[in-house]
Nanobody
Framework: QVRLVESGGGLVQTGGSLRLSCVAS????????VDWYRQAPGKQREFVAH???????VYAHSVKGRFTISRDNAKNTAYLQMNSLKPEDTAVYYC???????WGQGTQVTVSS
């Protein structure tokens, strides 16, 4: 079955950086676009970034210029490099196979002020 496993979350100070990873199995990863979403406490899950199977990125306005999505198809892995982190970036971050119901379990990112 399809499985997505995120890692790389943690606690970081304002202005710091983190890199999230999402390892996929049970799917031909290279054929699929991938998304990152996040959900802050008490808020709805929101779109963060998207990468097509061909490697073209799309970003939410709130993270554009600070976050970078990438992928390594040989490793069945998607990444989210997060720089210049702000307290409002605090959330559980999820990866997802685009246009599917396949989600990872999430990884917590906490940015302290």
């Amino acid at each position: 079955q399809v499985r997505l496993v995120e890692s790389g979350g943690g606690l970081v100070q304002t202005g710091g950086s983190l890199r999230l990873s999402c390892v996929a199995s049970g799917i031909i990863f290279s054929d699929n676009a991938v998304d990152w979403y996040r959900q802050a406490p008490g808020k709805q899950r929101e779109f963060v970034a998207h990468m097509t199977s061909g490697g073209d990125p799309v970003y939410a306005h709130s993270v554009k210029g600070r976050f970078t999505i990438s992928r390594d198809n040989a490793k069945n892995t998607a990444y989210l490099q997060m720089n210049s982190l702000k307290p409002e970036d605090t959330a559980v971050y999820y990866c997802k196979i685009a246009w599917s119901s396949y989600w990872g379990q999430g990884t917590q990112v906490t940015v302290s002020s």
